[in-house]
């Protein structure tokens, strides 16, 4: 056996010791052996038959729990065996909550005390009562987007939907007695910051790492966070190529829309808005990266995420809303649905990661497409070249096409004169905060 979990090894025994027994009972409980070095090598104890008998008093005594205290031998020597169940309430050591985690132990603090009590009452962050606000103070605007999404859904009924606000918050289950609850001031009030920190979405686009070139802040209630930013994402964050068939102008994103949405909705669903931090939003020209701070349910793993599993929100009373809204599915299918967008879009799979800092989503660009060969060969190596470039940085200057290609700016200039007469590529805006366009016709 190794140290893990659920198992710790301590050589001889330490009244301090009785943490790390509340912390198995607050966790999923675990065993804890005295008698044995970290390497989990005997070297057993002489003391046995008094630690079998003050060790269960002191326990009970300061934690208020039972535990199992057996005396085992290995290799002739004795050992005890320290069975701490988990319990289904909070254990206090001496007013501290320790809890174990991998194979630590840690004290509770601040954020992370206060949601460990939350689950050991059976609820959890946004079903929290919030004083001192009421419905008269939500926002109109927000009833209103509700009402037309969960019409359009039919996940509730017109009788339903045609409530007053109050009675609509109720039927939602965003009340608690007299109070609303956290979920509902996210939802639908004008200015959740006010009562939640860090309650925004902020996206930036970076050149590199380390150069950031712009950045945008979205605040309002959940709705509008989520309409806003993906507006930004689609008319300023990326711009779509332009192709024609036959006399039917198309236009693709290289970022399929639907992925970029379910990402979104899954930072927002998901968050742990305790921590203070908004949602992330880092925008490279090959690569989109969605960050919010939260963790997997349990021992879930990202293989698990990546399976048929259930839903498990991090907020469900958020949750709840977004689905009868018809924003999001109840049946934990959000990460199949960004892989299926990707997979429909040709686009690179995408990739998941979560760490102690909270989880991640990288959706990858398509490939640029280029003209036909036939159209390639016409146009030469040279105003091939300006094309590709343009598709791969729309804010391209003549002279960096002029140092990339090694040809002058008066011949860059004149090749693209020669492109705009051809209605290949136009100029979007002036000179200074304009872009390229590349119409490839097929």
Partial sequence: MKESQNIEWKESWRDEYIKWICGFANANGGTLYIGKDDKGKVTGISDAGKLLKDIPNKVRDILGIMIDVNLITEKGKDILEIIAEPYPYPVSYKGQYHYRS????????????????????????????????????????????????????????????????????????????????????????????????????????????????????????????????????????????????????????????????????NSIAHKDYSSANPIQISVYSDKIIFWNEGQLPGNWTISQLKEKHPSKPFNPVIANVFFRAGLIEAWGRGIFKIIHACRVSNSPEPVFKCDFSGFFVELFAQKIKTPGEKLGEKLGENRLGIIKLMQANQQISIAELSRLIGISTTAIERNIKYLKEKEIIKRVGGAKGGHWEVIIKK
């Fill in 102 to 265: 991998g194979s630590t132990k840690q004290e509770l603090k601040g954020a992370a005390l206060d949601k460990f009590l939350l689950r050991k009452q059976g609820k959890h962050w946004d079903g929290v009562p919030v004083p001192h606000v009421f419905v008269k103070d939500l926002d109109d605007r927000a009833f209103e987007y509700f009402r037309k999404k969960a019409a359009k859904s039919k996940r509730l009924t017109t009788e339903v939907l045609e409530e007053k606000n109050n009675i609509l918050i109720e039927k939602l289950h965003l009340t608690d007695n007299q109070y609303l609850k956290r979920a509902a001031v996210l939802l639908f009030h004008p200015d959740p910051e006010k009562f939640v920190t860090g309650a925004y979405v902020k996206i930036g686009y970076f050149k590199t790492d380390d150069d950031l070139l712009f950045q945008d802040e979205i605040q309002g209630n959940l709705f509008s966070q989520v309409e806003r930013t993906m507006d930004l994402l689609l008319t300023k964050y990326q711009k779509a190529t332009i192709e024609y068939n036959g006399l039917s102008r198309i236009e693709e994103y290289p970022f399929p829309e639907a992925a970029l949405r379910e990402a979104l909705l």
